[in-house]
């Protein structure tokens, strides 16, 4: 009966189960994740080498998603777990500054896994709300006082990294452009800001061509940043009018 116990164990049946409480799923980027890991034992002793846990998302490849590992860090030390046994064990994941906002279509989550000796993985995932860092929701904050609407995000893969973009619709009538996208990198206190222009074509190009791109790419300051959205918004619309 032990041995098929431990076979069964082996594959998920009757093992260990791992289960992440998070204290609160809403989080800002550049806080942490913080929260408790219960593993509960099953009906055999098992050897638990590490509990891993990290943040993960999924980004748009060609015509499908696949899921990207923004962090990992082992939370637990191995350690013998008898059956019908429960350990707890209190953690703190920082959450990556590259980490995608929350928004439609976007799914971020903290993932948990276990290495035990001779068994699958009994993972655990808890799905997260990603909020803004202070200075994004600055900038955010100051393109909508221009008038401009957040449309859509895309999170994409690009050389090692994840990136999110943004893309945001102008205030009707204004500006003779159809969007704006931006993506924000944090740096020095501030951002770096990628910022593509999408503007209408006239004229005779007009005949070829719907739209024009054009990009560019500022540091804003956290000089900038702490004046407010006001000050950022001003700044905002100069680089905006110059790509235009």
Do not use: C
Not at 19 to 45: K, L
Not at 48 to 59: C, D, F, K, P, S
Not at 106 to 117: E, F, G, N
Not at 190 to 200: A, F, I, T
């Amino acid at each position: 009966m032990g041995f098929l116990k431990r076979m069964m164990a082996a594959v998920g049946v009757g093992g260990a189960r791992v289960d992440a409480r998070v204290n609160s799923t809403s989080v800002r980027i550049g806080e942490a994740v913080s929260g408790v890991v219960v593993i509960q034992g099953g009906s055999v002793d098992q050897r638990i080498e590490r509990i891993n846990l990290g943040i993960a998302t999924r980004y748009r490849h060609e015509d499908s998603y696949l899921t990207h590992q923004l962090s990992k860090q082992p939370v637990v030390p191995g350690f013998d777990l008898r059956p019908g046994e429960t350990r707890e064990f209190p953690f703190s994941v920082p959450v990556p500054h590259n980490t995608p906002l929350s928004l439609p279509g976007t799914q971020v989550w903290l993932a948990t896994d276990a290495d035990i000796a001779g068994a699958a993985d009994p993972g655990d995932q808890d799905h997260l709300q990603i909020l803004p860092s202070r200075e994004q929701e600055t900038l955010i904050g100051a393109a909508q006082r221009l008038g401009f609407q957040l449309a859509s995000s895309e999170v994409e893969y690009h050389h090692g990294h994840i990136v999110q973009e943004l893309a945001f619709r102008p205030p009707y009538g204004q500006y003779r452009i159809s969007e704006i996208e931006m993506m924000m990198l944090p740096s020095g206190g501030g951002l770096d800001v990628m910022l593509e222009v999408d503007r209408r074509a006239t004229g005779m190009a007009a005949l070829f061509t719907s739209e024009f791109e054009q990009r560019g790419r500022w540091h804003l300051s956290a000089g900038t940043l702490a004046q407010g959205q006001d000050a950022v918004a001003r700044e905002l619309e100069a680089r905006i009018r110059a790509l235009m």
